[in-house]
């Protein structure tokens, strides 16, 4: 077809606009770098812009998914245009291989379905090398595409929890719903997990994970292959750490503000809790944003002999055991919120006699704030919960 000038006045606004609409309904997080004040918004987000102006109330009560189906732990929760979109680690998760990377979906926060499984592990072929229990999926918008990354490794009957060979694995999509195709596998030589990646605003990617502490490199994303090599920087049995890190430290996601890198991380000593890291380069040194945690909850019954390396603590007066290993995204008003799984507390030890008989772990969310010079989540919740803005 030949353009002429009465083409371009009367299609060309058209189809501009429909661009406009395609760009905004794929929109999804891009470098994972906020903006000022209390409730911060990703900087180059364009899903804003799909909420129709005026006032909006969200209510919401957690756990948010009730459904023991579709039970997963490390909720990790990414926004694409008009819906959600979510992965975690399926049950089982201590005993034995689980069924692969679940993907959940849906169109208000609240409401929750299977939309598809991104690896069904009934249908990977018998020497697959990464067969095994898929730990803590997330899925990542950078570059203009979608990057799914897992921890697994191939399980053996010599090796039935497939740690041995347990390690990262990348994949990539065009669409956040897949199909993903490997990408590169296992990132690092050893056991490694909770794998989380970054995008700083100069469009270099990061890897972060954890593996009996917390490690860090640079990635090249397309490849696949950490640059230079994969630095453990954290163990959680240092000096510099105080006692409610002690048990183990876990599960990173980083988001840069103003300069500066935070880093949440999870720790299971007390219950489950986050904390929070801060750091002038991403690469470190990293330091503690607050001596406390900035969210979770602990009950001293409940980790029994490795609590009392925290030493003298109080219960939370939550009804959970576990409110961790987060993850942020972009929530129903525009602004950054906070995801992970809640468990509710029966005197259940750790790990349960029969993790499939005990109550299971489901999506919990709660808004993320900026005060005082960092990030915090307030505390987990359990009745429901208002949250009103505005959208001019």
């Excluded at 993790?355 to 772990?361: C, R, V």
């Amino acid at each position: 077809m030949k353009f002429t000038p009465r083409l371009l006045n009367s299609t060309w606004p058209k189809v501009l606009l429909l661009f406009i609409l395609c760009l905004n309904f794929n929109a999804a997080l891009k470098a994972q770098e906020v903006t000022g004040g209390e409730r911060p918004a990703y900087v180059k987000s364009n899903t804003s812009g799909l909420i129709s102006p005026g006032t909006h109330v969200f209510k919401y009560k957690n756990p948010i998914i009730q459904d023991t189906t579709i039970s997963m732990r490390d909720h990790a929760i990414i926004r694409v245009g008009k819906k959600w979109y979510c992965t975690g680690t399926s049950l089982p998760v201590w005993t034995g291989p689980n069924p692969g990377v679940r993907l959940l979906v849906s169109d208000d926060m609240i409401h929750w379905k299977q939309d598809s499984w991104l690896i069904d592990a009934s249908k990977l072929p018998p020497d697959c090398p990464y067969n095994g229990r898929f730990w803590a999926p997330e899925i990542h918008y950078i570059k203009g595409k979608f990057w799914l990354i897992v921890n697994s490794g191939k399980v053996t009957p010599q090796d039935p929890k497939g740690m041995a060979n347990h390690s990262i694995w990348l994949f990539s999509a065009q669409k956040v719903t897949g199909p993903y195709k490997l990408v590169n596998g296992p990132l690092t030589p050893q056991y490694n997990n909770d794998a989380t990646l970054f995008e700083d605003t100069d469009g270099q990617v990061y890897l972060y994970c954890s593996g009996n502490g917390l490690f860090q490199a640079k990635l090249d994303l397309e490849k696949g292959k950490i640059i230079g090599e994969l630095q453990k920087f954290r163990t959680a049995r240092e000096s510099i750490n105080p006692r409610w890190m002690w048990g183990g430290i876990e599960g990173p996601f980083v988001l840069k503000r103003e300069g500066v890198y935070y880093m949440f991380f999870s720790t299971w000593t007390r219950g489950y809790e986050v904390g929070l890291l801060k750091s002038r380069s991403p690469l470190g040194p990293w330091v503690l944003a607050s001596p406390e945690p900035i969210f979770g909850t602990r009950k001293k019954a409940y980790r029994g002999e490795i609590a009392k390396v925290a030493g003298d603590f109080e219960d939370t007066p939550d009804p959970y055991c576990e409110t961790g290993h987060n993850a942020i995204f972009e929530g129903p008003d525009g602004k950054l919120w906070s995801s992970c799984h809640y468990v509710f507390y029966k005197g259940q030890k750790f790990p349960s006699v029969n993790e499939m008989a005990e109550p299971k772990p489901q999506m919990g969310i709660e808004p993320l704030y900026f005060r005082n010079g960092i990030f915090t989540i307030g505390k987990p919740t359990w009745t429901e919960q208002t949250v009103r803005y505005t959208i001019k």
